[in-house]
């Protein structure tokens, strides 16, 4: 068998960052020194101008003044200066061109003195001789004066020329220098940005080889956005350690209260099966079987309930029911072991309640609230049910004086088979909270609970109220305005 070739590693993410970060500097340092050495370039070029344009004027004046004598003298007085650098200055009369006056200067030999433009009457023009057979480039301004004299100044460009050369060096040892100051610079700042990340992958990994979530990414307290995300990721490790510490602890209890009806089961099989043929024997035992199987059955179709109702597919008939029968329908099933606990139920709901609900689910959520009050409440307590009405919404109340729940519980009360500490005791899986809250909300309504543990709970149930009792309480109002 051939063997595929391994395909080529990708360049990291840190690696690529540097390369980007070194490539946008170098681009803009490069961009800053063009425009550095073009500004450089334009102004020394102006600079030249000036210079030629001024010497123009002077030497023009100093002719028109003294003739040639006069122009000599004013070529001479430059040359005492420190600061002097030879020009090229002809002039050339009006009639045959003449040549009236040339500096002295054997260079200027070199050039075709005939590509100079000829200005107009009054007229300025700028002339570039020379080039790599003549020499050094010449720069000449030439006007026409009032006498018709053609008067030339020239100033060459090699000092120019040679100072941007100069420019140019440094330039090119400055951008050498700035590639290596932007790879490491890259290199530096890749590092620094991606540490929250190699952070984050550290944290991650471990938690992967080790399986163990108490793991949390270190907190630089900066205040962006990496910062928000090693915070995010460590609440949702809090989440996530949280949530496996619920299930374990549902597992635990969902192992604990189904050994107890299967072993049941098989204790009631067993000795059905070790005892003599006895037809009404057996069938005390099947009828156990069938009771413990039966709790077994309720216990998984609850769970199913809740996920129903909390995806959101759970089928609800809705009707128009009356709260207060299905009240009073939950206190007289719980009456008797009401009385049996010597806890007493205070119905207040009284009159027509009318609320668009299915009547067997909400049946079934009146019912564990109230169960629940019962079963929390000491002998002597009172379990107190009420409800009122607002312009939008249909509230029942359950209020006890039971034990009570711990603030640091109340939150988790409404989770799948969570149970209190004050509560291992007492017969059931912690579905029934879970199951009230579910079904609640998917009629579109809210519970909420409050405690104070010592002296009791009170739970609030809120539901739309049906539109035709909404529009009856709008004329109300304004009837009574």
Same mark, same amino acid.
């Given at each position: ?6 395909e080529p590693?990708?360049?990291? &993410?840190g690696?690529?960052l ?6 946008i ?6 961009a ?5 050495y073009f500004?450089?370039s334009?102004?020394?070029r102006q600079?030249d101008?000036e ?5 123009l ?6 002719y028109?003044t003294?003739?040639v ?5 004013a070529?001479?007085r430059?040359e005492t200066?420190?600061?002097?650098e030879?020009l ?7 009639f045959?061109?003449?040549l009236?006056y040339?500096s002295?200067?054997t260079?200027?030999?070199r050039?075709d003195?005939a590509?100079l433009?000829t ?10 001789l020379?080039g790599?057979?003549?020499g050094?480039?010449?720069?000449v301004?030439?006007?026409r004066l009032?006498?018709?004299t ?15 050369g100069?420019?140019?060096?440094i330039?090119l ?8 100051i932007?790879?490491a610079?890259?290199?530096v700042?890749?590092a620094s940005a ?6 984050l ?9 080790t *399986?163990?979530?108490h ?7 900066? *205040?962006d ?11 949702m490790?809090?989440r996530?350690?949280?949530?496996i510490g619920g ?7 969902? @192992?604990?209260?189904l050994r107890?009806?299967?072993?049941r &089961? ?9 005892s003599?043929s006895?037809a009404p024997?057996l ?9 413990e199987?039966?709790?077994?059955v ?6 199913m309930d809740?996920?129903?109702?909390e995806t959101?597919?759970?089928r609800?008939e809705?009707?128009?029911?009356n ?13 008797d072991?009401?009385?049996d606990?010597?806890?007493?139920i205070d119905?207040?709901?009284a009159?027509?309640v ?13 019912a564990n ?14 379990v107190?049910?009420?409800t ?11 209020r006890?004086?039971g ?9 988790r009360?409404w989770?799948r &088979? ?6 291992r005791?007492a017969h059931?899986l912690?579905?029934?909270?879970s199951?009230?809250? @579910? ?5 579109? *309504?809210?519970?909420s609970a409050?405690?104070?543990p010592?002296? *009791?709970?009170?739970f ?7 539109? @035709?009792?909404r ?8 009837e009574g305005?």
């Amino acid at each position: 068998m051939f063997s595929t070739p391994p395909e080529p590693k990708r360049p990291t &993410l840190g690696l690529r960052l540097a390369i980007w970060y070194a490539a946008i500097f170098v681009v803009s340092s490069l961009a800053l020194i063009g425009v550095t050495y073009f500004l450089l370039s334009t102004a020394l070029r102006q600079y030249d101008r000036e210079v030629i344009e001024s010497t123009l004027v002077r030497y023009a004046t100093a002719y028109r003044t003294a003739g040639v004598n006069g122009l000599v003298a004013a070529i001479r007085r430059d040359e005492t200066g420190a600061s002097y650098e030879a020009l090229f200055v002809r002039a050339v009369a009006p009639f045959q061109n003449d040549l009236v006056y040339i500096s002295p200067q054997t260079t200027w030999s070199r050039y075709d003195l005939a590509q100079l433009k000829t200005p107009a009457p009054g007229e300025q023009t700028w002339s570039m001789l020379g080039g790599s057979e003549q020499g050094e480039p010449l720069e000449v301004a030439s006007v026409r004066l009032n006498d018709g004299t053609l008067f030339q100044v020239g100033k060459s460009t090699a000092r120019r020329e040679a100072l941007l050369g100069r420019f140019r060096l440094i330039l090119l040892i400055d951008f050498a220098s700035l590639i290596a100051i932007g790879l490491a610079g890259g290199a530096v700042f890749t590092a620094s940005a991606l540490r929250p990340l190699t952070s984050l992958n550290d944290t991650v990994r471990d938690i992967l080889r080790t *399986g163990n979530v108490h793991s949390r990414v270190p907190a630089r307290e900066q *205040g962006d956005a990496l910062d928000e995300l090693g915070l995010q990721v460590n609440a949702m490790l809090d989440r996530i350690e949280s949530l496996i510490g619920g299930m374990r602890g549902a597992l635990d209890n969902v @192992a604990h209260d189904l050994r107890t009806p299967m072993m049941r &089961l098989r204790g009631v099989a067993e000795s059905a099966l070790q005892s003599p043929s006895d037809a009404p024997a057996l069938r005390e035992a099947l009828a156990d079987c069938l009771e413990e199987s039966e709790q077994v059955v309720a216990m998984l179709n609850t769970l199913m309930d809740i996920s129903e109702a909390e995806t959101g597919t759970m089928r609800l008939e809705r009707e128009r029911v009356n709260l207060t029968e299905l009240v009073a329908h939950a206190v007289e099933l719980y009456e008797d072991a009401a009385e049996d606990r010597e806890v007493t139920i205070d119905n207040q709901v009284a009159g027509d309640v009318w609320v668009d609900v299915d009547r067997t689910r909400m049946r079934r959520v009146i019912a564990n609230l109230l169960d629940n009050a019962v079963k929390y409440t000491p002998a002597g307590g009172r379990v107190v049910l009420a409800t009122r009405t607002t312009e939008d919404a249909v509230v029942f109340t359950v209020r006890d004086t039971g034990i009570g729940i711990p603030a640091d519980e109340l939150p988790r009360i409404w989770e799948r &088979l969570y149970r209190g500490d004050k509560s291992r005791s007492a017969h059931g899986l912690g579905l029934g909270l879970s199951l009230v809250k @579910a079904i609640v909300e998917a009629h579109g *309504g809210r519970i909420s609970a409050e405690s104070e543990p010592g002296r *009791g709970s009170v739970f609030t149930l809120r539901l739309a109220a049906p539109a @035709a009792s909404r529009v009856h309480e709008v004329h109300r109002v304004h009837e009574g305005s």
